[in-house]
């Protein structure tokens, strides 16, 4: 079962991430932006992504990814802590990341990973 200390750990072990506030909810972000949620009211992580990927795993997924009326407008999706696969969570959180981190961090950082 995912939950917030896993997304944590998950997160913050990507360079130049931060745990934070955002709109009242615990959010990490990097380079400023948002990253992920945690929406209190549901218990569950918020996760970024297109609105084309996010109508896809409403429509196959049902059981593990939701929507409500505030988050619709945006390319947004909740999950279901006891159900979302964490490969997916994991993918998901890696490329969000890479989407909003600086280069030369992202650069360092598949150096790093190269070389390991």
């Known amino acids: 079962m995912l939950t917030f200390e896993r997304v944590k750990e998950i997160v913050l072990a990507y360079p130049d991430t931060e745990e934070t506030t955002s709109w009242d909810a615990r959010s990490f972000k990097v380079n400023g932006k948002v990253i992920l949620f945690w929406n209190p009211t549901h218990d569950a992580p918020v996760f970024k992504v297109s609105f084309e990927e996010r109508d896809f795993l409403l429509e196959v997924d049902p059981d593990t990814f939701f929507t409500t009326d505030h988050h619709r ?11 979302v696969d964490m490969d997916w969570v994991k993918a998901n959180i890696d490329q969000v990341w890479r989407a909003q981190v600086k280069k030369r961090t992202l650069k360092a950082w598949d150096g790093a990973s190269l070389q390991a």
């Open 73 to 83: 407008p945006w390319p947004l999706i909740l999950a279901r802590p006891a159900r």
